[in-house]
C-alpha cells in the first residue's frame, strides 16, 4: 500500500505538470495529453516496481510490437485520401486486420486453446 500510495502521489504531480505546461497552449487537447503521459509514466513505474518485487516473465517484445503494429495501422489509415464512408470501411479493415493478425500470432502461442 506505501508504494500505491507514492505511484499515486507521483501520478497527481505528473497530471498537475503536464497539464500547467500544456493546456495554455492547446486546451482540451493539452488535457488528454497530460492524461495520457500520467497514464503511461504509471504504467512504467508500476512494471517497474512490480519487476523489482513480483518479478512476472512478460513477454514484453510481443507486446510492444503488437503496439508498434496498432501505429502503423493508425497512421496509415489516417493517411490515406478516403473521406465519408470510404474511410470508416478502409478503417474498419484496419481493426480487422489488426484484431485477425493478434488472434493467429496469440493462438500459436497459447496451449489448449480451442476455436
Known amino acids: 500500500t506505501y508504494s500505491g500510495a507514492l505511484i499515486s502521489i507521483s501520478r497527481a504531480v505528473i497530471t498537475l ?10 486546451p482540451y487537447t493539452g488535457s488528454a495529453w497530460a492524461t495520457f503521459i500520467c497514464y503511461i509514466s504509471m504504467l512504467i513505474i508500476c512494471y517497474l516496481v512490480g519487476a ?4 512476472i516473465p ?18 496509415i489509415a489516417n493517411n490515406l485520401p478516403f473521406v465519408g464512408a470510404t474511410k470508416y470501411v478502409v478503417n ?3 481493426l480487422v486486420l489488426f484484431a485477425g493478425t ?3 500470432a496469440e493462438r500459436k502461442n497459447q496451449a489448449g486453446f480451442i476455436v
Open 52 to 55: 523489482k518485487y513480483y518479478p
Open 58 to 75: 512478460y513477454q514484453v517484445g510481443r507486446l510492444l510490437a503488437y503496439v508498434g503494429f496498432a501505429l502503423v495501422l493508425y497512421f
Open 102 to 104: 493478434t488472434f493467429v
Open 92 to 94: 474498419g479493415l484496419m
Open 17 to 26: 505538470l503536464a497539464s500547467c505546461i500544456l493546456v495554455p497552449f492547446m
